[in-house]
């Protein structure tokens, strides 16, 4: 299932680019007139929880990568970043019971820390990995974001794992730069350029195993903080989308795709906030097209057919169930009844 976003809406979590200006400094560069040319304030960037535009954010990532013709910046403010620095799920990622929910939290929790893209975890045979992916293509800077997470990523692993010797794969969404140095450094010999994906595999076996920080309380705490967050976003989220349904329904675009890039959110992240509040998609889609079409039965005189057709309908017939469903009556026999009920009244 496709995930997308509108990058006008996207934002970012400050804490795995906080170290930004810092990182110019040490290429030997001023940071503040390349922070200002983008639109930022130094102090922008002092607040791990800050949330800044997305694609602002990576407006400056390129530029900063640019003024210090760095070609690994992105692997550098990687090498920066602590688990931590990626708030609560850094958090829940340490004080997992064991290193596979440490990977489900990740996934499940990530668009606390942005929603322009998300981590995939799977499992084969013999190896488990984490993807990451942006869902908005053709970005600049995406490299360096790629680099960034990457590392990020491995981060993540070894602090489940307890740093343990453990053999990991690395594949880069991008081309081989001229010094391959600094990656080997980082990553070793299981690494690999111009992949279609940014990812990290190693043994599936670690799963099993406790993270040396695992707290289970602690973890049970962080979960439900998570909830909450998720609660309230989700509450937020069900008491503005009978009016974007309804738009969606009388512009032809109601797939959750589209309904997701109204809420700046992944669709991964609709739906997850959805069940949140004890919903689905398709329940309250299912409610604003009996809203709808209620409306346009009592207060138009347009045909069921083109009712139908207004509200997704490919048959009236289908609408024509639907409705008999929602109101135990025809959509005809029910535009009858309310004229009848308003000449009596």
Same mark, same amino acid.
């Not at 170290?19 to 200002?36: C, K, Q, T």
């Not at 996934?107 to 984490?130: C, H, K, M, R, W």
């Not at 360096?144 to 981060?155: E, Q």
């Not at 048959?315 to 005809?332: D, L, Q």
């Given at each position: 299932?496709?995930?997308?976003? %509108?990058?006008?809406?996207?934002? $970012?979590?400050?804490?795995?680019?906080? @170290?930004?200006? =810092?990182?110019?400094?040490?290429?030997?560069?001023?940071?503040?007139?390349? &922070?200002?040319?983008?639109?930022?304030?130094?102090?922008?960037? @002092?607040?791990?929880?800050?949330?800044? =535009?997305?694609?602002?954010?990576?407006?400056?990532?390129?530029?900063?990568?640019?003024? +210090?013709?760095?070609?690994? $910046?992105?692997?550098?403010?990687?090498?920066? +970043?602590?688990? *931590?620095?990626?708030?609560?799920?850094? $958090?829940?990622?340490?004080?997992?019971? /064991?290193?596979?929910?440490?990977?489900? *939290?990740?996934?499940?929790?990530?668009?606390?820390?942005?929603?322009?893209?998300?981590?995939?975890?799977?499992?084969? @045979? %013999?190896?488990?990995?984490?993807?990451?992916?942006?869902?908005?293509?053709?970005?600049?800077?995406?490299?360096?974001?790629?680099?960034?997470?990457?590392?990020?990523?491995?981060?993540?692993?070894?602090?489940?794992?307890? %740093?343990?010797?453990?053999?990991? /794969?690395? !594949?880069?969404?991008?081309?081989?730069?001229?010094?391959?140095?600094?990656?080997?450094?980082?990553?070793?010999?299981?690494? &690999?350029? @111009? #992949?279609?994906?940014? #990812?990290?595999?190693?043994? !599936?076996?670690?799963?099993?195993?406790?993270?040396?920080?695992? %707290?289970?309380?602690? $973890?049970?705490?962080?979960?439900?903080?998570?909830?909450?967050?998720?609660?309230?976003?989700?509450?937020?989220?069900?008491?503005?989308?009978?009016?974007?349904?309804?738009?969606?329904?009388?512009?032809? !675009? +109601?797939?959750?795709?589209?309904?997701?890039?109204?809420?700046?959110?992944?669709?991964?992240?609709?739906?997850?906030?959805?069940?949140?509040?004890?919903?689905?998609?398709?329940?309250?889609?299912?409610?604003?097209?009996?809203?709808?079409?209620?409306?346009?039965?009592?207060?138009?005189?347009?045909?069921?057919?083109?009712?139908?057709?207004?509200?997704?309908?490919?048959?009236?017939?289908?609408?024509?169930?639907?409705?008999?469903?929602?109101?135990?009556?025809?959509?005809?026999?029910?535009?009858?009844?309310?004229?009848?009920?308003?000449?009596?009244?």
């Amino acid at each position: 299932m496709e995930t997308r976003v %509108d990058l006008e809406s996207a934002t $970012f979590r400050v804490g795995p680019m906080i @170290n930004l200006a =810092p990182l110019v400094r040490s290429l030997g560069y001023d940071p503040e007139p390349i &922070f200002r040319r983008c639109g930022f304030e130094l102090g922008d960037f @002092n607040h791990p929880d800050h949330r800044l =535009p997305y694609q602002q954010g990576l407006n400056l990532l390129a530029d900063c990568a640019q003024t +210090t013709h760095c070609a690994h $910046f992105g692997l550098l403010l990687g090498e920066m +970043t602590e688990v *931590s620095l990626i708030g609560l799920v850094g $958090f829940l990622v340490r004080s997992a019971p /064991t290193v596979r929910q440490a990977m489900y *939290s990740l996934v499940e929790n990530l668009d606390l820390q942005e929603d322009a893209g998300s981590v995939v975890f799977q499992t084969d @045979n %013999d190896y488990a990995s984490l993807a990451y992916s942006i869902h908005i293509p053709g970005l600049r800077a995406s490299e360096h974001v790629y680099d960034l997470c990457a590392l990020i990523m491995f981060k993540v692993v070894l602090a489940a794992c307890g %740093d343990r010797n453990i053999p990991m /794969t690395v !594949k880069l969404v991008r081309s081989a730069p001229l010094d391959v140095r600094p990656y080997r450094r980082l990553f070793g010999n299981s690494l &690999f350029f @111009n #992949s279609t994906e940014c #990812s990290v595999s190693f043994p !599936k076996k670690c799963l099993d195993w406790v993270p040396p920080s695992a %707290d289970r309380w602690l $973890f049970q705490h962080l979960e439900q903080e998570a909830y909450e967050i998720h609660s309230r976003h989700a509450k937020d989220m069900i008491g503005q989308l009978p009016v974007v349904l309804r738009h969606g329904l009388l512009t032809g !675009k +109601t797939k959750a795709g589209d309904i997701a890039d109204r809420f700046g959110v992944g669709e991964r992240t609709l739906h997850r906030r959805l069940r949140s509040a004890g919903v689905t998609f398709r329940e309250e889609l299912d409610r604003a097209r009996q809203s709808v079409s209620e409306e346009l039965l009592s207060k138009t005189n347009l045909p069921v057919y083109d009712i139908a057709q207004t509200l997704g309908y490919s048959e009236s017939s289908g609408f024509i169930r639907a409705f008999h469903r929602w109101s135990g009556t025809s959509p005809s026999n029910w535009r009858k009844e309310q004229g009848q009920s308003r000449s009596l009244s």
